[in-house]
């Protein structure tokens, strides 16, 4: 199986390159990510806890899915790719916000990306991918908050930073 690519970027997201993952977070370098928010008419987030055996951030909660976009594709295409491989569904998506955030991993490894913030909406069961995802859940925004707060070792990192970013937006 092939390496996967990341497309390096520079500050205004125009690609620069191409960079095997692991290379990219072993080098802390620049990258395009998308991360994808799914949310039900009750205005609860689903959240999922990544698998136990990841490479980094194992057993964490974390956003409904989040990854990297393949060469050319668009940032929705990506998501819904993603959304359909961890969660096993797809639904509409639309673009938020964009951000640079940058953290690090007790394994060496660093997320540096410029992050693409996707909504989406959905009411029923997700059949998750078992590699992929441990769990999932349905929380409202006041309850995440109130968790990360005391319970911040339970989330990823990065979902600690969009969260916020994302909460500034809305």
């Not at 080098?27 to 008419?41: D, E, M, T």
């Not at 999922?48 to 990854?67: E, F, I, M, V």
């Not at 959905?122 to 109130?146: C, F, H, L, Q, R």
């Amino acid at each position: 199986m092939l390496e996967e690519m990341v497309i390096l970027v520079n500050e205004k997201d125009e690609k620069i390159g191409l960079m095997p993952k692991q290379e990219a977070h072993e080098k802390a370098q620049l990258h395009r990510a998308f991360s994808v928010f799914i949310f039900n008419n009750k205005n609860e987030l689903m959240l999922q806890q990544r698998a136990l055996d990841k490479y980094h951030s194992p057993g964490l909660w974390t956003n409904t899915c989040c990854s990297h976009q393949r060469d050319g594709e668009s940032n929705i295409d990506a998501g819904k790719r993603r959304l359909q491989e961890e969660m096993g569904f797809i639904t509409e998506l639309k673009e938020t916000i964009s951000f640079i955030y940058k953290a690090p991993f007790d394994n060496g490894l660093t997320e540096h990306e410029f992050d693409h913030i996707l909504t989406g909406h959905y009411n029923s069961v997700p059949s998750p991918n078992p590699t992929e995802v441990a769990n999932w859940k349905w929380m409202t925004i006041p309850d995440i908050k109130k968790d990360i707060v005391l319970n911040p070792q339970s989330y990823t990192a990065w979902f600690k930073i969009i969260f916020d970013k994302y909460q500034e937006h809305i």
